[in-house]
């Protein structure tokens, strides 16, 4: 029989145990007395969640490839469990070997979104480890952090020994044989930080100095010691086809929100949106070949038994075999009663005809990211979609029985007026009226119109990271003259409006680009209760307006203030590819209302030129 | 062709309920690439019906389920059993694949009654457990004592929770009731009507001094389903070759 942490009682009190038991297929066994290394990754939310993640799959696959090495999976255990854990005084356990984190030689914890911060204290108390890097001893694993969070690591610098910057594939290995030597010569914890931060990618937050101007913004952030570099460069895998297949995906017993094969086909974009974190931080754009993307669909989806698979990346539309891989799919998916689910494409004849080839034309809706209700705004954005590609791509489908769009909107945008938000209903009646001009014995029913709306949030490594926020109220302010405005259109009975939460909007806004300070604000805050700050109905700005009174931090000095030119940012140390020099450009173009051409257009000589990959070696630039 | 599938359920899998069992051998079948027969329509499904569900935290030793294959196909009892073995996890096993009457009733409805196992996790000597059982089966009824909260319509046409009682005489349909090595045997009725938990009896049991009857300090199986013909559902079908 396996071992399981946690007793029969327990197990049949909590919802889905299964949650906590580990042993699904593909999942790895391995003697923990036969390997050098355990090594425990984490996803900081319920294992439905973390288990949809491809990310935390590929690690796990590739580090479990390592006959040295036992990688395992955490998640948040659910508030249920939770309560039981600290009640009973039970250390948090791995799935695998269902021992205690805190043996392990590792706990690695990916940062996915910023709501998940709290829960990274969650999991390090539960684990019966000290939250903060400072009070942990030898006997305690290195805590490790990755992910796109980890662009600015500042906010959460106490808490985390190592940061990887950059992509898993490259450097874990070196890492690893690193910290095994390391281990054989009984080197101390700290010997092997000093050595691990000579490898390319790895920041270890406490060889750094900060200190801070009079006015709260920082004035020099330097490393302690000679060998310590000063900027961390992201690491970057060249050529995506040498990286090997994600050979054995865990299949889970419960159904996890993305319950399917995920096959990524690309990293990176070439579009250059400028409110776009992952579109300028994962540049370039690189592709994997067909050859490689077909064995792989056939690998993956024989070895799970998956009923579904989906692509991921970037705007899936630039993938320039695109063609070639849904004709592929669509023919072996059929024969096996597999479904397709398609990734958001531009909305064109040749996606139309993929789209009613896999799904119910009825059912299905049509999506248009436009961001912004004006022309003009989209200029400033550079979101490279025009308001004829929406009413031409809109009539196409609705010609094709198509009765149902969803628009997706950003407020907050900079440089947005009145005008440009009053342009999101505006918009709204354009494809509304091009509908019902179709005769109407050639169209079907009435047209449903969802328009929804999240409020900007600037981000590190973007064009906009100088940007200001807006107050709760003038984000509410905002909404409501969308909502006002819809009222008034003709067709306003087949429109639908929606929009997210502005306090959750501002905290992350807060965390996004936060610097060492607001690690105390995370800290307060998970002592109010804060945790699964992302699930709404767990969700209280209680716990964090009590934070800031606890700390003194003032949250609008990292929302709502406009950043100086030459201020120096948190995370400034990092070298993510793109230059401060290509950013600061695109950030005047933006005010000038101008876009700039894609990479497949013309190089704008963005920086990421250097690491010889993908995108910038096309003949045509 | 309709087959009957026989299959242990053990281990951690006892946590895994019986929803996600279903999917899980649906993704099994494409795994093992069995020649199962899918639903017409527009959204087909794979042809697979199971046997009464495990409550959670009970294992199955022999759990059944049924399914079809599809017409044109053939694959021999041991290909199948050996391909699926092949793509199971830690816990799951199949141990028949055995073609049934196209006419036969699906497992669940055949089903009539089932033994049962219930292991203690600390050594009682035997004595103790078969003064126990012996105590129980010498009462002239064990009564039942079953609250059940229902939603009924109230005088003003709302609907309002309402509790009803009710007791039976359970002793009837507890076929079998052993002391067996530090643990206890239960040939229990099963089935829509008079289905007998054999956490009761344990409850039961528990009333008669038995300590290790206590929930949750035995692990309980079930051993095998039957008709009511008192034949085990696998002796309706026959190997395929």
Same mark, same amino acid.
């Given at each position: 029989?396996?071992?399981?942490?946690?007793?029969? *009682?327990?197990?049949? @009190?909590?919802?889905?145990?299964?949650?906590?038991?580990?042993?699904?297929?593909?999942?790895?066994?391995?003697?923990? $007395?036969?390997? *050098?290394? =355990?090594?425990?990754?984490?996803?900081?939310?319920?294992?439905?969640?973390?288990?949809?993640?491809?990310?935390?799959?590929?690690?796990?696959?590739?580090?479990?490839?390592?006959?040295?090495?036992?990688?395992?999976?955490?998640?948040?255990?659910?508030?249920?469990?939770?309560?039981?854990?600290?009640?009973?005084?039970?250390?948090?356990?791995?799935?695998?070997? #269902?021992?205690?984190?805190?043996?392990? $030689?590792?706990?690695?914890?990916?940062?996915? %979104?910023?709501?998940?911060?709290?829960?990274?204290?969650?999991?390090?108390?539960?684990?019966?480890?000290?939250?903060?890097?400072?009070?942990?001893?030898?006997?305690?694993?290195?805590?490790?952090?990755?992910?796109?969070?980890?662009?600015?690591?500042?906010?959460?610098?106490?808490?985390?020994?190592?940061?990887?910057?950059?992509?898993?594939?490259?450097? %874990?290995?070196?890492?690893?044989?690193?910290?095994?030597?390391?281990?054989?010569?009984?080197?101390?914890?700290?010997?092997?930080?000093?050595?691990?931060?000579?490898?390319?990618?790895?920041?270890?937050?406490?060889?750094?100095?900060?200190?801070?101007?009079?006015?709260?913004?920082? *004035?020099?952030?330097?490393?302690?010691?000679?060998?310590?570099?000063?900027?961390?460069?992201?690491?970057?895998?060249?050529?995506?086809?040498?990286?090997?297949?994600?050979?054995?995906?865990?299949?889970?017993?419960?159904?996890?929100?993305?319950?399917?094969?995920?096959?990524?086909?690309?990293?990176?974009?070439?579009?250059?949106?400028?409110?776009?974190?992952?579109?300028?931080?994962?540049?370039?754009?690189?592709?994997?070949?067909?050859?490689?993307?077909?064995?792989?669909?056939?690998?993956?989806?024989?070895?799970?038994?998956?009923?579904?698979?989906?692509?991921?990346?970037?705007?899936? @539309?630039? %993938? @320039?075999?695109?063609?070639?891989?849904?004709?592929?799919?669509?023919?072996?998916?059929?024969?096996?009663?597999?479904?397709?689910?398609?990734?958001?494409? =531009?909305?064109?004849?040749?996606?139309?005809?993929?789209?009613?080839?896999?799904?119910?034309?009825?059912?299905?809706?049509?999506?248009?990211?436009?961001?912004?209700?004006?022309?003009?705004?989209?200029?400033?954005?550079?979101?490279?979609?025009?308001?004829? *590609?929406?009413?031409?791509?809109?009539?196409?489908?609705?010609?094709?029985?198509?009765?149902?769009?969803?628009?997706?909107?950003?407020?907050?945008?900079?440089?947005?007026?009145?005008?440009?938000?009053?342009? &999101?209903?505006?918009?709204?009646?354009?494809?509304?009226?091009?509908?019902?001009? &179709?005769?109407?014995?050639?169209?079907?029913?009435?047209? @449903?119109?969802?328009?929804?709306?999240?409020?900007?949030?600037?981000?590190?490594?973007?064009?906009?990271?100088?940007?200001?926020?807006?107050?709760?109220?003038? %984000?509410?302010?905002?909404?409501?003259?969308?909502?006002?405005?819809?009222?008034?259109?003709?067709? #306003?009975?087949?429109?639908?409006?929606?929009?997210?939460?502005?306090?959750?909007?501002?905290?992350?806004?807060?965390?996004?680009?936060?610097?060492?300070?607001?690690?105390?604000?995370?800290?307060?805050?998970?002592?109010?209760?804060?945790?699964?700050?992302?699930?709404?109905? =767990?969700?209280?700005?209680?716990?964090?307006?009590?934070?800031?009174?606890?700390?003194?931090? $003032?949250?609008?000095?990292?929302?709502?203030?406009?950043?100086?030119?030459?201020?120096?940012?948190?995370?400034?140390?990092?070298?993510?590819?793109?230059?401060?020099?290509?950013?600061?450009?695109?950030?005047?173009?933006?005010?000038?209302?101008?876009?700039?051409?894609?990479?497949?257009? #013309?190089?704008?000589?963005?920086?990421?030129?250097?690491?010889?990959?993908?995108?910038?070696?096309?003949?045509?630039? | 062709?309709?087959?009957?599938?026989?299959?242990?359920?053990?281990?951690?899998?006892?946590?895994?309920?019986?929803?996600?069992?279903?999917?899980?051998?649906?993704?099994?079948?494409?795994?093992?690439?069995?020649?199962?027969?899918?639903?017409?329509?527009?959204?087909?499904?794979?042809?697979?019906?199971?046997?009464?569900?495990?409550?959670?935290?009970?294992?199955?030793?022999?759990?059944?389920?049924?399914?079809?294959?599809?017409?044109?196909?053939?694959?021999?009892?041991?290909?199948?059993?050996?391909?699926?073995?092949?793509?199971?996890?830690?816990?799951?096993?199949?141990?028949?694949?055995?073609?049934?009457?196209?006419?036969?009733?699906?497992?669940?409805?055949?089903?009539?009654?089932?033994?049962?196992?219930?292991?203690?996790?600390?050594?009682?000597?035997?004595?103790?457990?078969?003064?126990?059982?012996?105590?129980?089966?010498?009462?002239?009824?064990?009564?039942?004592?079953?609250?059940?909260?229902?939603?009924?319509?109230?005088?003003?046409?709302?609907?309002?929770?309402?509790?009803?009682?009710?007791?039976?005489?359970?002793?009837?349909?507890?076929?079998?009731?052993?002391?067996?090595?530090?643990?206890?045997?239960?040939?229990?009725?099963?089935?829509?009507?008079?289905?007998?938990?054999?956490?009761?009896?344990?409850?039961?049991?528990?009333?008669?001094?038995?300590?290790?009857?206590?929930?949750?300090?035995?692990?309980?199986?079930?051993?095998?389903?039957?008709?009511?013909?008192?034949?085990?559902?696998?002796?309706?079908?026959?190997?395929?070759?």
């Amino acid at each position: 029989m396996r071992k399981l942490a946690l007793s029969d *009682d327990i197990l049949l @009190s909590v919802d889905k145990p299964a949650r906590y038991i580990g042993g699904e297929l593909n999942s790895r066994d391995k003697n923990l $007395d036969d390997v *050098d290394i =355990r090594f425990v990754m984490c996803f900081p939310d319920v294992y439905e969640i973390g288990m949809s993640h491809i990310g935390i799959q590929i690690l796990y696959d590739m580090l479990n490839r390592r006959e040295d090495t036992f990688c395992e999976r955490l998640f948040s255990p659910w508030v249920d469990l939770d309560k039981i854990l600290r009640e009973k005084n039970i250390p948090l356990f791995s799935l695998e070997s #269902q021992e205690a984190v805190k043996d392990a $030689d590792f706990l690695g914890i990916t940062l996915q %979104y910023e709501m998940c911060y709290t829960n990274i204290l969650q999991v390090l108390e539960l684990s019966q480890i000290p939250i903060y890097a400072n009070d942990r001893g030898e006997e305690f694993p290195i805590v490790i952090g990755g992910g796109p969070c980890a662009y600015n690591p500042e906010p959460l610098a106490p808490f985390f020994d190592i940061f990887y910057i950059g992509e898993g594939e490259v450097v %874990y290995d070196k890492l690893l044989d690193l910290y095994k030597e390391c281990k054989k010569n009984n080197l101390s914890k700290n010997e092997f930080l000093l050595k691990a931060a000579q490898i390319d990618g790895m920041y270890i937050p406490k060889f750094y100095d900060v200190t801070y101007k009079p006015d709260g913004t920082i *004035d020099k952030f330097t490393p302690k010691y000679d060998k310590v570099p000063s900027v961390i460069h992201r690491v970057v895998v060249q050529n995506m086809d040498t990286v090997s297949y994600l050979s054995k995906p865990v299949v889970p017993f419960i159904k996890v929100t993305q319950d399917r094969v995920v096959l990524e086909i690309m990293r990176g974009c070439i579009r250059g949106c400028r409110f776009c974190q992952a579109g300028n931080v994962y540049r370039p754009q690189r592709e994997h070949s067909l050859e490689y993307l077909i064995n792989y669909a056939k690998t993956m989806l024989d070895i799970t038994g998956a009923e579904e698979i989906s692509l991921s990346s970037l705007s899936s @539309s630039d %993938y @320039s075999q695109l063609g070639k891989l849904l004709e592929f799919l669509l023919e072996y998916t059929k024969e096996r009663g597999i479904n397709i689910s398609l990734p958001s494409l =531009r909305i064109d004849a040749f996606s139309l005809d993929v789209m009613s080839k896999v799904q119910d034309v009825k059912k299905s809706s049509l999506t248009f990211a436009p961001e912004a209700g004006t022309q003009r705004l989209r200029d400033v954005i550079n979101k490279g979609i025009t308001e004829e *590609d929406i009413l031409n791509g809109s009539m196409e489908a609705f010609k094709g029985g198509w009765n149902k769009v969803k628009l997706y909107f950003m407020l907050g945008l900079p440089t947005e007026t009145d005008e440009d938000v009053k342009g &999101i209903p505006k918009l709204c009646e354009k494809i509304a009226k091009n509908y019902y001009s &179709i005769p109407k014995d050639q169209r079907v029913g009435k047209i @449903s119109i969802t328009a929804s709306s999240s409020f900007f949030v600037p981000k590190p490594f973007t064009p906009f990271q100088w940007a200001k926020m807006e107050t709760r109220d003038e %984000y509410l302010r905002r909404a409501h003259l969308v909502k006002d405005t819809m009222r008034q259109q003709l067709n #306003q009975k087949s429109m639908k409006y929606q929009y997210h939460d502005a306090e959750v909007t501002l905290l992350e806004g807060l965390m996004a680009r936060g610097d060492r300070k607001i690690a105390d604000v995370i800290v307060s805050a998970y002592k109010n209760s804060a945790m699964y700050d992302s699930w709404s109905d =767990r969700f209280s700005m209680e716990y964090w307006n009590k934070a800031y009174e606890e700390t003194g931090i $003032d949250p609008d000095f990292y929302t709502l203030r406009e950043r100086e030119i030459d201020e120096v940012f948190p995370w400034d140390f990092i070298d993510c590819g793109i230059t401060k020099s290509f950013l600061i450009r695109e950030w005047n173009t933006a005010h000038k209302d101008k876009i700039t051409p894609n990479c497949r257009q #013309q190089c704008m000589g963005c920086g990421a030129r250097k690491y010889n990959g993908g995108v910038c070696l096309e003949s045509a630039n | 062709m309709k087959v009957r599938i026989k299959f242990e359920k053990t281990d951690h899998m006892r946590f895994i309920g019986h929803l996600d069992l279903m999917r899980y051998f649906q993704k099994a079948m494409r795994r093992a690439d069995i020649p199962i027969k899918y639903s017409e329509g527009f959204s087909p499904h794979q042809i697979m019906s199971f046997g009464a569900p495990l409550s959670m935290g009970v294992s199955g030793l022999g759990e059944y389920m049924d399914i079809e294959l599809k017409d044109e196909s053939h694959i021999s009892s041991k290909e199948a059993i050996d391909r699926l073995n092949s793509v199971m996890c830690t816990g799951m096993k199949i141990t028949k694949f055995l073609q049934i009457p196209d006419d036969s009733k699906p497992a669940m409805a055949l089903m009539d009654t089932a033994d049962f196992r219930a292991e203690f996790k600390e050594h009682i000597s035997q004595e103790k457990i078969k003064k126990a059982v012996d105590k129980l089966l010498s009462r002239e009824s064990i009564f039942l004592t079953k609250v059940s909260k229902k939603k009924k319509k109230n005088e003003y046409g709302k609907f309002v929770e309402v509790e009803t009682t009710n007791v039976t005489d359970i002793k009837p349909f507890i076929y079998k009731l052993e002391a067996v090595e530090n643990g206890v045997f239960m040939h229990l009725s099963q089935g829509s009507t008079n289905n007998i938990k054999p956490a009761f009896v344990m409850d039961f049991l528990e009333e008669e001094g038995l300590e290790g009857a206590k929930r949750n300090k035995y692990c309980l199986y079930r051993l095998d389903m039957y008709t009511n013909e008192g034949k085990a559902l696998d002796e309706y079908g026959c190997e395929i070759i």
